[in-house]
């Protein structure tokens, strides 16, 4: 069971800050892991808004790496609350900007601080258990890991390596899919613009791919391996400094 107030144990940016206009506030965290995690889909189930949090770290703020911001086919953008097909990243490009700080978090309306990605002084923080450390625990309840693991995953003498994804930017973008922003709404200090800038490759979703044993983790940015905490193996999921960052899927059940 993980109880607390959603309150990072370490510094922060500043908020709000000129792409984010919310305050950090206390949260209830209440949250109850299973101890025997099982896989009930090898694939994955999308986790989509915010009826399941797809993760906590072990200081109770959430993991939360997709955003509510959207574009449309016209590239007509929202940074909050968006409409259309065309998913915005928090993280990997400079098109948009969210207000991140340096541990790749920022603040909702809710007051709630929560990581989009790699929870920089969290790991410090915490520091190394023989060159891996757990942030967190997945609402699946596997373990989830930052940055590292062994080159070997079932051996825990094993050089300890940065694990990859196995995702990667498309060679080409999909069809219809908008390369300029015509009019942008809904974030801080946004108003209703024209900025009428290019859409680099990478600011959406749909912009990546996965392709299988490209690099060392699976669909979910996962892998079965030995862990200092687990030595007998666990399945566990890895933040990565290249998208998807975060996992977007969880292999076991929520229930």
Known sequence: MLNGNGIPNHEVGTFPNSNNPNTISEQTVSERFTLCPT???????????QAVA???????????????????DEGECSLAKGQG?????ALGHETFDFGDDMNHAHVQPTGEYHYHGMPELLIEFLGSNNGMTIVGWASDGFPVYA?????????????VKELKSSYKLKTEPDANRPSTVTALAGGPNQGSTNPNIPIEMGAFTQDYEYVDGLGDL???????????????GIYYYVVTDDFPFFTRCLKGDTN
Not at 147 to 159: A, I, K, L, V, W
Request: proline share 8%.
């Open 39 to 49: 896989i009930i889909s090898e694939s994955g189930l999308e986790v989509v808004g």
């Open 54 to 72: 797809i993760a906590y770290a072990l200081n109770s703020v959430k993991f939360d790496p997709a955003t509510a911001g959207r574009c449309n």
């Open 85 to 89: 097909n065309w998913n915005i990243e």
């Open 147 to 159: 940055r590292n693991g062994f080159s070997n995953p079932t051996d825990p003498d094993s050089e």
């Open 218 to 232: 699976d669909q979910c940015n996962g892998r079965y391996g030995v862990t200092p905490e687990f030595p007998d």
